[in-house]
């Protein structure tokens, strides 16, 4: 319920999505949309389809129940922070109920005290706040990841190492979810592999080929793009392929210990800590008596997380390090509960899940707070959605670059690769805005068919318009004139809200 609680309460806190990841929140937003009522989405980057699919199913059931007499398009352009809460808050209750049944499962197959830490390293992973709460891809990969532990935990806690055909397919189905919501997910796939009979893994993986196959199918014509585009991405250390790479194809690898100190410490602890009792049953000789296999299989699974790496990461690429921390606590504790007395005392175990489970809490509380006054304060020194709608209300346009988002931008930006699903209801609904490209330093235009590059001629008719053309590009200026689309411009500064400079184009020439 803590778990629950605190990511509701951080989530509702917290500054609007189209300020906080405007990119890729409102993307899944409307490619939820473009999965269930149109022609498909546009994103299948990472990919994404699992959360497209559950987005767009949990804006349609919104819509019915709200009845507020507009379709469902131009009731989400209107309210679209409203609709993206409550996909966002249905994957935080979705993690809440993951963690519970996945710490019964856990309780089943060991004691108090093992389901205890694993749900301590869980809430108190103060690195999970800011990705699991809003809708983007973590927020579901994080319920998998859980559940996937829940459903092996007797084989990795070396209870049993069979599970029934049916939990075996269920397996397979929640397999396949965490895989097509993000590739980060990948290390959690060698998990049933090393630790459940041939049966089981075979109905398993059969189970999350058919599943993937499935749930793809609703991207079934961006499928080849797909692959092109992780194809090119897999090639490079760099984070993506228009971006320039490290000097040598290893460089990232260099930065995992001090990332792995600042972001998953307790990865680190409870890894040595496994190595070291694993050199002691070993030079002892009780090897037969620890649940070798699902310590083999964590830490292989954490050996494949590492080792896509070898890209330029953030703290979400490494996101699974978190619930296999929790998973080798669980076991380690498991085993050492059952050779030694005092760990086996009812007290102990009471006074264990007491302790942990409350200082994570805490730890998790005081992680969140922290986070959302950060964001807030961000949020008041940065927001310039009041200062640009006053423009567009009083007649002027206005052009803004990648990272300015407000409402009305954050949809702009999204309709971008959700095919144009939202785009008539949102040039209706918010008109005067311009997309400024950081990369080309031109200016594109909008209408009910899509965005397009404006002419010259349209420019300066923008420009020289009663209330002219308003432009806050978002990034450090340097605008590489000549272009295709104009010879030069001249721009005064109008105004200065926290890191954003906001221009009024003076001129543009032909």
Same mark, same amino acid.
Do not use: C
């Given at each position: 319920m803590a778990f629950i609680v605190l990511g509701a309460w951080g989530l509702i806190a917290l500054p609007p999505m189209w300020f906080m990841y405007a990119d890729p929140a409102y993307q899944y937003l409307l490619n939820g949309l473009a999965i269930t009522i149109g022609p498909g989405p546009g994103h299948t980057d990472h990919p994404g389809t699992s959360l497209q699919l559950i987005s767009g199913l949990l804006t %349609?059931?919104?819509?019915m129940l709200i009845r507020d007499g507009s379709g469902v398009v131009a009731s989400v352009v209107a309210n679209p922070e409203m609709f993206a809460l409550i996909s966002a808050i249905t994957l935080v209750i979705g993690q809440g109920a993951a963690l519970y049944w996945t710490s019964i499962r856990i309780y089943r197959s060991s004691n108090l005290g093992s389901?205890?830490? $694993?749900?301590?390293?869980?809430?108190?992973?103060?690195?999970?706040f800011p990705f699991r709460v809003y809708l983007i891809p973590e927020a579901l990969v994080i319920v998998c990841a859980i559940l996937v532990i829940g459903y092996i935990a007797p084989a990795l806690l070396g209870m049993s190492d069979r599970i029934d055909n049916k939990a075996a397919f269920v397996l397979g189905v929640v397999l396949a979810v965490g895989l097509t919501a993000k590739v980060v997910f990948i290390p959690m796939l060698i998990l049933p592999l090393i630790v459940l009979k041939w049966r089981q893994t075979? +109905?398993?993986?059969?189970?999350?080929?058919? &599943?993937?196959?499935?749930?793809? @199918? @609703?991207?079934?014509?961006?499928?080849? !793009?797909? +692959?092109?585009?992780?194809?090119?991405?897999?090639?490079?250390?760099?984070?993506?392929? *228009?971006?320039?790479?490290? *000097? &040598?194809?290893?460089?990232?690898?260099? =930065?995992?210990?001090?990332? %792995? /100190?600042?972001w998953y410490p307790i990865y680190l602890f409870v890894v040595v800590l496994s190595l070291l009792i694993l050199v002691y049953v070993v030079t002892r000789r009780r090897i037969m008596?620890?649940?070798? !296999?699902?310590? %083999?299989?964590? /830490?292989?699974?954490?050996?494949?997380? /590492? %080792?896509?790496? #070898?890209?330029?990461?953030?703290? =979400? *690429?490494?996101f699974v390090l978190v619930p296999i921390s929790g998973a080798i606590a669980a076991l380690l504790w498991s085993w050492g509960s059952m050779r030694v007395a005092f760990l086996a005392k009812s007290t102990t175990q009471l006074g264990v899940a007491t302790l942990a489970v409350v200082l994570a809490i805490s730890l998790n509380a005081i992680d969140t707070r922290s986070k959302v006054s950060e964001a807030n304060t961000n949020f008041t020194e940065n927001d310039i959605s009041e200062f640009l709608d006053s423009y567009v209300s009083r007649g002027a346009y206005?052009?803004?670059? #990648?990272?300015? $988002?407000?409402?009305?931008?954050?949809?702009? #930006?999204? =309709?971008?690769?959700? !095919? =144009?699903?939202? /785009?008539?209801?949102?040039?209706?609904?918010?008109?005067?805005?311009?997309? $400024?490209n950081i990369w080309n330093s031109m200016f594109y235009t909008f209408s009910a068919e899509g965005n397009r590059l404006a002419t010259c001629e349209e420019l300066q008719a923008i420009v020289n318009s009663e209330s002219g053309l308003i432009f806050v590009p978002g990034r450090e200026l340097n605008l590489s004139a000549p272009t295709m689309q104009y010879a030069s411009l001249i721009l005064i500064p109008e105004a200065i809200q926290g890191r954003n400079v906001i221009y009024r184009v003076a001129s543009a020439t032909c």
């Open positions: %349609l059931a919104s819509h389901t205890a830490i $694993f749900q301590a390293i869980i809430l108190g992973a103060g690195v999970f075979l +109905i398993t993986y059969t189970s999350m080929v058919i &599943s993937t196959a499935v749930i793809m @199918f @609703f991207a079934r014509d961006q499928i080849a !793009r797909s +692959i092109e585009w992780f194809t090119q991405v897999s090639t490079t250390s760099a984070r993506y392929p *228009d971006e320039v790479p490290p *000097d &040598s194809f290893f460089a990232n690898f260099v =930065n995992i210990p001090s990332a %792995l /100190l600042e008596t620890f649940p070798l !296999r699902g310590l %083999l299989a964590l /830490l292989a699974a954490s050996v494949l997380a /590492l %080792l896509m790496a #070898y890209k330029a990461f953030r703290a =979400n *690429d490494l206005v052009a803004v670059g #990648y990272g300015v $988002f407000t409402k009305e931008t954050a949809l702009y #930006y999204a =309709n971008t690769t959700s !095919r =144009n699903i939202a /785009l008539p209801e949102i040039v209706k609904q918010y008109p005067g805005w311009l997309d $400024f």
